[in-house]
């Protein structure tokens, strides 16, 4: 089973003239998904906790007390009447987001923190507990992506089915237009814009979220000083991280919108079971 | 156009249930397993054992952290936790500008001693611009200047049993019922003896200042600010961290941080 490939059709069941069942999705593919679909839900909110405790990003080595190298901010501030509201100030341009950011929670009772409750782990400000979550899943996170990338590698889904190919690209503005409209092709296989999608977080994201982490670390920094120099210091480092983060939850949206919108039912099936119904006779209307 | 049609549909609602179930997902529900007196909890935090030992693995017990030049001083040193401790033996201390100051030496060592500032200020110095990186999230460079612990650690004979380095300090935090509790911290025999590893009593060329913990304070360079403790009185070679404090090895590790602090 795990040496199949992860789109090609080695024992269809054939259910009817139309549909095949393929199996689409390999063990290792399955099992990283799900490990990292636990661990970056944990991740996320931990980390949005672990941001609260200094809910400022700078750019350079340090951050800035005496001077300016702030980017993004989220504070608590009192107006001339006395009222207070939340401010995130991205580059220079400020932002009233209270209710969210920087002041949130109940009207007669509201705290004073960068995230809101419902988006951190634990609901309460608690920094230790935050780091204690973060770096359990982090381990979990990396050994994922190890074991993804080495077996991916090995069994060529790497060059196979995320490397967008030549032809991948040139039928990008076709499978932009299908996408637009609700056409998706169930052959099994990832269109140009998935390979795009998968290429950019498995291999430039999750390195990049994981390499400016390792970058926070002291104790890395005497190990692999390299690492502040690749990111332009420690500070840069836990900006991009935070970016980093914020692409993660924009493909998510995008992941489970797609998700939705191509069948749930069997898109499921085949993350969980690796089986996937294809649709044969789309598949010969679009002979890519 | 029939397959869009039906596609879209069938998406709308999906999305609307799936929607309708997000106000239910509020992170309050791990609450309980995440508190300071749950196995869960106890259980994730001992992932900080498996990465203390794999970077104890990975970088050498000497590998250094970067310095900086002195160009990258662009600030003073920023404080945090106590700045300015409020017990009688310390304001004696202060009165008198530490000249009463020393500092005592005990536990697992040959020759248990005590050393003045002036003694301190006379052995070998280390000069060091280095990032200091508080576990909140925020780095500020600054210059570090005194003695190496590894000398008087040499200097006092360490016996074989001792494990730990224990920081006794002047400062008290205020833990609301339990009271004012005094500040300690510990770091193992391999940080102690690292190079960067100084008892501090000098800062951007200035004698160390009150708000950074003056007189004496540690840097334990590769790993975050907690663990350097300020306002030391003494130090004490240990085999192991049980008897101090709530026994985790330092104040904030008693209150649930990590007692590794190299991440």
């Known amino acids: 089973m795990t040496i199949m490939d992860d789109t090609e059709s080695r024992s269809a069941q054939e259910t009817s003239d139309d549909d095949a069942v393929i199996y689409r999705h390999r063990i290792a593919t399955r099992v990283t998904h799900w490990t990292w679909a636990i661990a970056l839900f944990f991740l996320l909110l931990s980390g949005l906790q672990i941001f609260n405790a200094h809910p400022e990003l700078y750019i350079g080595k340090q951050s800035g007390f005496e001077f300016e190298n702030s980017v993004l901010s989220v504070r608590a501030l009192q107006a001339a009447d006395g009222t207070v509201g939340g401010y995130t100030t991205v580059l220079g341009h400020s932002f009233n987001t209270t209710g969210v950011l920087g002041v949130s929670g109940p009207a007669d009772n509201p705290s004073y923190r960068g995230f809101p409750a419902w988006a951190t782990l634990p609901s309460y400000q608690d920094l230790s507990t935050g780091r204690v979550v973060h770096f359990f899943f982090a381990w979990f996170f990396v050994a994922a992506f190890l074991v993804w990338f080495v077996s991916s590698l090995i069994s060529g889904h790497l060059k196979r089915d995320i490397l967008p190919s030549i032809a991948d690209i040139k039928a990008l503005p076709a499978s932009i237009a299908d996408h637009l409209r609700f056409r998706f092709h169930h052959d099994g296989r990832y269109n140009g814009l998935q390979k795009l999608a998968y290429a950019g977080v498995l291999l430039v994201i999750f390195p990049l979220i994981i390499a400016t982490g390792l970058t926070m670390s002291p104790g890395m920094n005497a190990a692999w000083p390299w690492l502040l120099d690749i990111f332009g210091g420690r500070q840069t480092a836990r900006t991009i991280h935070f970016l980093c983060m914020a692409a993660l939850v924009v493909f998510f949206l995008i992941h489970i919108f797609m998700v939705l919108a191509a069948g749930p039912l069997n898109e499921m099936r085949s993350i969980i079971t690796g089986w996937y119904r294809t649709d044969k006779k789309n598949n010969e209307e679009r002979p890519v | ?263």
């Open chain 2, 1 to 263: 156009m029939t397959r869009f049609i039906i596609n879209r549909r069938k998406f709308l609602t999906i999305a609307g249930v799936a929607a309708s179930a997000i106000p239910l997902s509020g992170c309050d529900a791990f609450d309980g397993l995440l508190s300071g007196q749950s196995p869960v909890r106890d259980f994730l935090a001992s992932a900080n054992g498996l990465t203390y030992r794999a970077h104890r693995a990975l970088i050498g017990a000497d590998t250094l952290v970067p310095e900086f030049a002195a160009s990258e001083i662009r600030q003073g040193q920023r404080p945090n936790g106590s700045t300015d401790p409020t017990g009688a033996d310390y304001l004696a201390l202060k009165e008198t500008a530490f000249s009463g100051y020393r500092l005592t030496v005990s536990g697992l060592v040959e020759r248990p001693v005590s050393f003045s500032l002036d003694e301190l200020r006379n052995m070998p110095a280390r000069t060091q611009i280095t990032r200091h990186d508080c576990v909140e999230g925020w780095s500020c460079i600054s210059k570090w200047t005194g003695v190496p612990l590894r000398q008087i650690l040499d200097e006092v004979q360490v016996k074989s049993q001792a494990r730990y380095v224990v920081f006794h300090c002047y400062d008290t935090m205020n833990l609301g019922l339990q009271g004012a509790v005094p500040y300690y911290e510990s770091i193992d025999l391999i940080d102690a003896r690292h190079p960067q590893t100084i008892l501090a009593y000098g800062n951007n060329d200035k004698p160390l200042a009150i708000a950074n913990g003056a007189p004496l304070r540690v840097r334990v360079e590769r790993q975050l600010g907690y663990k350097m403790a300020k306002y030391i009185k003494g130090i004490e070679l240990v085999s192991s961290l049980a008897p101090f404090g709530g026994g985790k090895g330092g104040f904030w590790e008693d209150l649930g941080y990590d007692w590794y602090g190299g991440i």
